[in-house]
C-alpha cells in the first residue's frame, strides 16, 4: 500500500565490449575469466542479491533486459530457480530456501513444500543491442503496463507509489544480520511521505542535506501535498579476489560520493563536512547516482529526458543524474543504512564505467543549452577532446619535436569541432531531450550547488601551463605545407593504406568515351521496338516504390519461419542500423551534414526468362537505392528492364561482354548524378542502409581520398576504391579479385577508369563468364586494387551464399581441399564471418528474398 510501497528492480544485463563474444563461452564451460560470462554470473548474483535481502511479498516484479542477446539457456534456467524458491530468499523475516518444484496451484500447500511463490522475474529481450538508456526505458514501459493491468484488476492500489530499483550487473545488496529491517524500509522511510503527514509538516529533512532548491521544480501532488521527488545512491563497498579465489570486502566510508572531472568521466568525491554536519552525518548527496539508485516510479516517469543514444551504464547515469538534480529533488546516500551494495570491479568493462567522445556532445547539447551555460559546454567539449586526442596518439614517438606539437594542436582542433558539429546535430536525433530549458534548473545551478568541487572557471595549473606551451610551441607554418585540418580520428589499417597508395589519383571530370555510340561497347540500350538510343529513367523505382506486405497466414508462415540458420543469422548478428541512417537523414535533411548523402546507383543484370525474380526486388531493397536499372535482354518500362546489346552471344560464357556494355552505358547516362555504383545478379540481396552508411564513413572518406587526410569537398581528383568480398584466385595473394556474387561498389575515380582506359585494352573481345576476374585484372593493371571491406570485428560486409551458409560453413582441415576456404583471406567463420553491418548476400532466390526483407525490418 501506500506506507509500504512494492518494488520494481531493473537490471539491464549489457553486452560485452567485444559483442562477438555474446552468447560465447570458454573453452570447457568456466567460463570465469570471459567477460560474457562474468556479465551474465554477476546478473544472477544482483537478482539472487535482492531476493536474499527483500520480503519477497514487497518485490512488485525483477525486470532483467538482456540487451543484444537472445535466450542464454542456462542463465534462463537459474533466473527460473531464484524466481521459483529453489534459492535463499527472504519471506518475512525468514531466510530460507525450497528444495521441491511447486506444482501446486495458488493458494494449495502440500506438508513438507513450503507455500506457493507466484512469479516475480520477467525477462526482456533486445536482440540488436539498445543500449543501456533505451533497455532500462523499455524495462520500465513494462513495469507501468504491469502496474496499470493490476489496478484494473483491483490487486494494486492507485496510491501506491512502486519504488525502483536500477541495478547494475556488477553490484549485489549487501546481506545483514536483521530479521526485522530490510534496505527497502531504510528506502522507503527515504522517498514515502505517510498519507498521515500534515501539509503544514516540516519535512525538510526528506531532501538532499546541504542543496539549496532555488528554482520552480514542482514536487506538489494532484492533492497539493509535497512529495520529495528525490532518490538514494546506495553506499558501495568493493570486492577483490585473490589467485586462490578467497574474496575480501573493503567497505566504504561515511561521506564518499561519485562526481566527474571536466572530460565527464566519473571520479571519486566526499561530501562536504557542512553537508554532513546538516543532517548530522544521516544523509548527504552526492553528485553522481552509483551502482544502485532508488527512487519512485513516478518521479522517474515525470523525466523530461531519456535519451535512448546513450548506451552505456556510466552515461546512462549521468542523464538519470541530472534528471534528479535539475529537475527534481537530488540524491542522498543514506549513512548507516542497509542501502548498501558490494560491487565486482572486474564485471564491467571500462567502456560502461565511462562516456564515448560522441556520447558526452549529446549530454552537453541536452543539458548545457541557455541560462549562459555556453561556457560549461565549450569548457567540457575541449576537454573530452583533449583527452581524445591524446589517447589517438598514444605509442607514436614522443620526442616533444614540432610535428608532435602540431600534430597534437590539429588533432584537438579537428576532434574539438567534430564534438561541436555532434552536439549540434543531436538535437535532431529522435530521442534526444528538448525543452530542459523551460522544464529544469540551469547546469550552472547544478555546477554551483551540487557540483562546486570541480571548477570549471579555475585557473590552469602550472602543469596544465606547461602543457598549453608545449602543444603550442613557437610554430610557424612553412611555404606549401600540407592543411591537417582534415585529420582523421582513426588512420586506415596498414594492408589498406598499402591497396590505396598504390593507386594514381583521378580527376573525375566526365570524359565522353562513346565513341559516338557507333561500336560496343557503348552502342547503348534499345527501347521495346529495338530502337537504339533509349535512356532508361533510373529513378522511376524511387519515385513509385511498391509497398512491402505480408499477404496473409500462409504468407507469413513462410515469411516469419523462425529457428533455420538464415534466420538465426539474421536475428542473432546482421541488422541494419536504422537509428544511424535515420539520424544521417535527418541531418541531410536538416542541412546540417557537411555534404548531402552518398548517392548509389544499382545495376543488376538478368535475361528475358529470369524477369520474375525482379518484382521482388523492387519490392524490398531495389526501391532504396537513388538510381536502378536492370539490365537484360528485353526492355521492359514498368519493370525497369533495359535491352542492352553487347558483342558476341547472350550466354552465360559471355558476360564479361555484357558486363563491358552494361558499365559503358552507365558511365556515358549516369556518372555525373551519383557518387557510387554497385553491381550484383538478380539473386543478389543489398543491405541499402547499411552500404550508405559505410560508404559514408570516415574510413571509406579517408581511403578516397588517399588515406592520409579526410576531403574536404572541393577535391576536383579521388584515389580509386574497388569494394567487394575479396577472393584470392587460386589462393594466390597475387590475383585478388571481388567476387561478382554479392557485387561490387566502384566510386566514380574507379567506375571512369574502367570504362574510359580499361575496357577498351582489356581484352576487348573476349568471351568468359568469369566477369568479376576479368575486371580486377583489368583494374590491377592500373594499380587499383581490390579493398579489405572487413568490418572492426573482422567481419565481411559482402557475403557470396544466403547468410544460412555462412552461419554454419566450418573449412576442412587443410583449407585447400575446399575452393571457398582456399579462395578466402583471413575470415572468421560461422556467425563471426558475416559482420553485423552486412551490406551484401548472394544467391538469394525465391521467398528468401522478401523473407530476408521482413526479418531485417521487423515485419514478424
Known sequence: GPDRPRVAVVVVVPQPSNNSNVGRRTKGGGGEGDEESRILKGALDAVQSVFLTTDRNRIFIVTVVMDGRGKVGTFEAKLDDIDAGRTMHRHGGEVHTHDHHHEQLEGEQKEGEGHYHSEKIHTLYNHEGMGVSASRKEAIHFINVLSRKHEQAGIKSPDEDLILLFLSVDSRLKEFDDNNRTWLDDVTDALILSPSIEQNQDISNKFPSGVKKDSNVDTKTKDGTMQPSNAVSFAVDTSSSDTEGNVEIHSSHIGETLSFDQKLRPRPSSATKQQLALSNGESYPTPLTQSATALRLRTYNAFPASDEALKSHYSADLELSFNLWMCADGIDVLA??????????????????????????????????????????????????????????????????????????????????????????????????????????????????????????????????????????????????????????????????????????????????????????????????????????????????????????????????????????????????????????????????????????????????????????????????????????????????????????????????????????????YYEKYDWFHIGGDDLYLIVENLRLYLESEEIQLASNGGQYLPNGLEETQTPLFLGRRFAEGGNLDRIFISGGSGYTMNKATLKTLVVDGLPKCRPHFHTFSEDVMVANCLRQRNILPYDTKDEAGGERYMPFAPGHHLNYHPPANPKDDWYSNYSINCKWGIDHCAAKSVAFHYIKGDLMRRMYAILYHYC
Open 336 to 669: 548507516n543504512s542497509y542501502a548498501r551494495v558490494v560491487v565486482d570491479p572486474v564485471i564491467l568493462s571500462s567502456s560502461e564505467k565511462d562516456i564515448s567522445g560522441p556520447l558526452a556532445a549529446r549530454i552537453v547539447s541536452a543539458w548545457m543549452s541557455g541560462h549562459g551555460d555556453d561556457v560549461y559546454a565549450d569548457k567540457i567539449l575541449r576537454a573530452v577532446a583533449e583527452r581524445s586526442a591524446q589517447d589517438s596518439i598514444i605509442g607514436m614517438t614522443r620526442d616533444h619535436s614540432m610535428s608532435d606539437r602540431k600534430l597534437l594542436v590539429d588533432k584537438i582542433k579537428v576532434l574539438n569541432d567534430m564534438l561541436v558539429r555532434i552536439s549540434s546535430e543531436a538535437k535532431h536525433s529522435s530521442s534526444f531531450p528538448t525543452g530542459l530549458g523551460q522544464k529544469c534548473r540551469p547546469f550552472s545551478w547544478y555546477a554551483q550547488n551540487v557540483h562546486p568541487q570541480n571548477d570549471f572557471h579555475e585557473e590552469e595549473d602550472v602543469n596544465d601551463a606547461k602543457k598549453k606551451a608545449w602543444m603550442n610551441g613557437p610554430t610557424t607554418k612553412q611555404e606549401g605545407a600540407t592543411d591537417e585540418n582534415n585529420l582523421p580520428s582513426t588512420p586506415l589499417n596498414e594492408d589498406n593504406m598499402v591497396i590505396v597508395s598504390k593507386a594514381s589519383p583521378v580527376n573525375i571530370k566526365y570524359v565522353d568515351a562513346s565513341g559516338g555510340h557507333a561500336e560496343h561497347p557503348h552502342k547503348g540500350a534499345t527501347d521495346e521496338n529495338g530502337k537504339f538510343g533509349y535512356v532508361h529513367d533510373e529513378t522511376f523505382l524511387i519515385k513509385n516504390p511498391p509497398t512491402f506486405e505480408i499477404k496473409d497466414d500462409k504468407d507469413r508462415r513462410v515469411l516469419c519461419k523462425k529457428g533455420d540458420p538464415n534466420y538465426q543469422m539474421l536475428t542473432k548478428k546482421v541488422f541494419v542500423d536504422l537509428p544511424n541512417h535515420e539520424a544521417a537523414e535527418k541531418r541531410a535533411e536538416h542541412g546540417l551534414a557537411k555534404k548531402g548523402r552518398a548517392k548509389i546507383f544499382c545495376l543488376v543484370y538478368t535475361i528475358e526468362k529470369n524477369h520474375h525474380t525482379i518484382p521482388a526486388i523492387k519490392e524490398t531493397w531495389g526501391k532504396k537505392c537513388d538510381g536502378f536499372m536492370v539490365a537484360s535482354t528485353k526492355t521492359d518500362r514498368e519493370l525497369g528492364t533495359v535491352n542492352i546489346p553487347h558483342e558476341g552471344p547472350e550466354e552465360y560464357n559471355n558476360i564479361w561482354q555484357k558486363v563491358r556494355s552494361m558499365w559503358s552505358y552507365v558511365y556515358d547516362n
